[in-house]
């Protein structure tokens, strides 16, 4: 069973920011971006609203190339939107910030650290009010965590694809970030050890005050970890439907096979064929069940 | 602390098999990485030995290895003189090789234009012939033989460097960089903390091919300089006076050399970039 609720140990460092949950933690407005190719610009995001909630989980799914790890960019303000804003915390983001933490689907590993250095490589950046010690031993924290406990000095090439994205989930997560950007972290891995970790994230999620943004191409990972899902239209990108995951309390691996869950699937497989074309916008009432109560749809063409 | 039944535990022991780390000093003089390659050694001169007496070359066609220790007798205070000379004009000219390659592997590396617009400079530089350049500099400069040597060491041995710099570091994924630039991370950093570190593989090895070539570079120069010094120019003289022994002996005397130049970089390579050996399993 997962216990999402409080763990009674944090960890040697606890985040002692927690007033009134703040809304709109992070806030995507009407955002557009266009990359400029040989072959003229190319649209890649057409009037995009996101919103998350402090302690969000949302899943952004959506056809190939239609411009999630760009969406991820902007976030992390490593790009500039050509028009729109994201503002995260309450301040417009310009350029990149220390409280975000990111992981991809590759997990970068730098060979010539140990795993123990590689998690620990973000407060080398960040400005740190911890000790070494500390440093260390939040690491370690971190790595225990998620099951990583005695490889803290191994190098990374000794370790396994989902132990390595495990590590890297970590350093993601070490100066304590208010936003998780994860974009496809979990897309390599075969299916049990994805399981695997899908459950890891509850476990983290449970004791780590995180907002997160999971770009994934799994439905059932979607509706498994996020509190909302978003499903993106195809390029240029919009929001062409919200999926609301009905709190449960604690989720593990078997609601995914229960009635709710194939109809949540259901749904978001149909907003995916829409998004690919391959469906039309309406669906003929008896071939898609009613969307669940919590459910929106947004931008419907 | 939560049991964390699903998460797998690790199956193989996280911890080390504790390292034989007082392995004795006899039991690695007799191991094979040391034994074979001294028997391959005295194998070689044997065979020499034998070649040159069974034909019954006199020493002015084919010098034998029992001719060696008296030319090295006789000349014993100009080998190390020479040596020495020899040695610090290569390891100048690869250090300067190595600042000047690494920066312009920088320049290279960091941008497209200068990627562009330099790489042809580069490879055409690289293609002529460094036997014909080698008169040249030495006319240049007459009697400036440290300034020569040093040049042409150099010259011999800067392009692989470059070029391998400016690969390593244009080819950095975008990820790692992303790793840092998403908190914040200013372009130095990234470049010692990852883009550096990430090349060092790629630098050993095109060190390893300048050692060697900076070293031919100082001995080109040295043979041709009128009154030169170092090995080089002990061979030249030897060459003049016929003594053929000196003239092997001077061979044998720059491979010792260039084996010892060469295993330093690569004793470098171990320390610096030991990480990028995989175990061969
Ligand atoms: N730096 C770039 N320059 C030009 N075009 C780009 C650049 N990065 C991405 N694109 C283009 O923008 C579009 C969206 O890219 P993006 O990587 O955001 O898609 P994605 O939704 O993450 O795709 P996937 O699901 O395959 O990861 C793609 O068509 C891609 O070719
Ligand atoms: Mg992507």
Known sequence: MIESGHGSSRGPVSSQRRGGRVDKLIDIKNVRHAYQTQDGRLPVLDGLDISVPEGGFVAVVGPS??????????IAGLMKPDEGEVWLHGKRVTSPRSTVGMAFQNPVMLEWRTILKNVMLPLEIVASKMSRREQE??????????????FEDKRPSELSGGMRQ?????????????????DEPFGALDAFTREDLWQTMHQVKAKEP???????????????LADQVVVLSQRPARTQYVLDVPDTGP???????TPEAAEMLNILRHQIEVAQGRAPAQPEADEVPEPPPGSTAQGMV | MTPMAYVPTPLTSAKDAAAP??????????????????AAVVVFLVLWELLVRVNGWPDYVMASPSDLPPAYADYWSLFLVMGWQTLWRTVVGLVLAVIVGVLIGMVMGFSRVMREALYPLLVGFNAIPKATVVPIVALMFVGAHDFNTVLIAFMISFFPIAVSVSIGLSTLEPEYRDILRSLGASQTTIFWKI?????????FGALKVAVTLAFIGTNLMEIVSPHGRGLGALFDSGKTNSDYPLMFAVLIALAFLGIVLYYVVVALEKIFAGWAERSPT
């Open chain 1, 65 to 74: 190339g239609c411009g999630k790890s760009t969406l991820t960019k902007l």
């Open chain 1, 137 to 150: 031993e939040r690491a370690r924290y971190l790595l225990a965590l998620v099951g990583l406990e005695g």
């Open chain 1, 166 to 182: 495990r590590a890297s989930l970590c350093r993601a997560l070490v100066h304590q970030p208010d936003v998780l950007i994860l």
């Open chain 1, 210 to 224: 995180f907002t997160c943004v999971l770009i994934t191409h799994d439905l059932r990972e979607s509706i498994f």
């Open chain 1, 251 to 257: 989720r593990d691996l078997d609601h995914l096979y």
């Open chain 2, 21 to 38: 780390h007082a392995r004795s000093v006899a039991s690695f003089l007799t191991s094979r990485a040391v034994v074979a390659p001294l």
């Open chain 2, 195 to 203: 883009a550096l570190p990430k090349t060092l593989p790629e630098f």
